[in-house]
């Protein structure tokens, strides 16, 4: 087939259910189509810049990088045209026919076809190009990569209907050229004054002119108004100098949003930002956003991610992932050097010493801001609802920032339901003579708050921190004091209570192992296979047993993520403690049958098991043992 050929295809699938989708769900704020747009053609531009660093003969006879829009009112129609990189008829079917990222189609899933619903959902994925459809009947897309001949220019059109067409075409200036044919409600954007307004509000961050037709009249006939094209004049809308090279006071609260929403490639305003220039030894500025919601992809490791970096306002990279954690991945924004080469590549990136220290400083940065936000604590739980569980990668991630981030993680605790804990409202609740942080790890909320680890604290009024979060016993494992005072998981070894401990507590302990030593040790026979240990607790005030992992033993939290990713699981038996006042060990100690005994100290230890959110080995032999027990008691 010659390439010069008309030819049709087909969307991929995901492509034609966002358009059908976005239509709807982007209705009432259509505008946008314009950012998007604009933000394509901007990016078009930096990469053109950083081509013509290595090939300068990219710039043609046209070094000046530029945006030009205009409009006719008679037909409707609307043109974008940039002098950036372009596309090659291959880019252009995998640009403007496909959606690269992974994990889409389960993304548009979730979309419902609620309105309001579903554009908070596709703001966080970004429609981006497709968007043009919501105004538009039909797009033309005409362009030409840098580089390629005049004959190697390629023209899109679609009507947004599942197909488009591709054709090869004479273009003599390099870059791309946008027409939109509105649709019959869309007339305004065919209007000078309405689009400088929207330019203007979409525009004012981008680091090039953007340029919008000066109103002059326009003959009817097309032959004429092509030649007109070029008698044209041109305004320039914006300021066009990149955001982050203005001095903070001058720049509004909505630029610094708009420009996140052109960097992240978002539709919905940021949480909060911080914008720094750093001069001295290293010279750079930083521009950081922390997003309102979390991305769908958030903890799909293989997302590129990270900032913009560019250097001396010249782009350089998307995603440089060398300048903050993984745990901050959750960051966008632009750092702009002044010092590094501009040929500086992902590989030399990745070891080199003036990096590391701008990549600690700007984790500083963001600590700092994220502290900052932790003062309006609506906001901060807003934050920290998306992206809690990605901040408690950072104490095993960041030794070095492991206290800073401490203070920024949010609980639940037996005074509290939410995740709004801190540990310092923890340390600053604790009773007279505590020393100690406890938590306890479980499946979920219902079930550690009625864990039997919880009565001693609850008869003490000790506050326990409880965590049910997948990755908490991790993060535990890496933190082990805050403030001085060491988290201690009351689940886990022996239960030091210090001075929290009466005397009283401590002889009547003593005594029970004493005097129920035989009863011990008649309990540690029988369920020798499952138990490593059988002994009095000082924990428990209403239930009879409880189960406590040995002081270096993984719990189940960790042993289900190691069996989960097909990982030996190192065989641990757990401490069986019992409560020596409980009637049903009473009961288990007059028992004189061996096999009811045994009955009767698996039982205990079943349900021991279950209220630690364990599943059992053999839970039919559990449920016989209790059947046996109920109709004796039913007196069958
Ligand atoms: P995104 O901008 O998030 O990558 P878009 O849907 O906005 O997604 O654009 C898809 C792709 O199409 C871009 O990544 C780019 O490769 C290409 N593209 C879009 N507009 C232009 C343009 N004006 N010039 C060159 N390439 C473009
Ligand atoms: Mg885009």
Redesign the pocket.
Known sequence: MSQAEKQALGFQTEVKQLLHLMVHALYSNREIFLR?LI???S??CDKLRFEAIAKPALLEEDPDLKVKISYDEQANSLTLE?N????SRD?VIA??GTIARSGTAEFLQQLTGDQKKDSGLIGQF?V???SAFIVADEVTVE?RKAGLTAEEGVRWTSKGDGEFTVETINKPGR??K?TLTLKDDAKEYANGYRLRNIIQKYSDHIGLPIQLQKDVEVEGDEAEAADQATAVEWETINKANALWTRSKNEIKDEEYQEFYKHVA?DFEDPLAWSHNKVEGKQEYTSLLYIPKRAPFDLYQREVPRGLKLYVQRVFILDNAEQFLPLYLRFIKGVVDSSDLPLNISREILQQNPQIDSMKSALTKRVLSLLDKMTDDQDKYYEFWKEFGQVLKEGPGEDFANRERIAGLLRFSSTEQSEQRVSLADYVSRMKEGQDKIYYLIGESLAQVKSSPHLEVFRKKGIEVLLLTDRIDEWLMSHLNEFDGKALVDVARGDLDLGSLDTEEDKKAQEEATETKKDLLERIKKSLEERVSEVRVSTRLTDSPAVLVIGAGDLGLQMRKILEASGQQVPDSKPILEINPNHPLVERLEAEAQEANFTDLASLLCDQAALAAGESLEDPGQFVQRLNRLLLELAGK
């Open positions: 998007e933000s394509n053609a990016d078009a940039d950036g990189i372009g596309m880019d640009n403007l970004g981006g190009f497709y362009t870059g791309t946008i490639h």
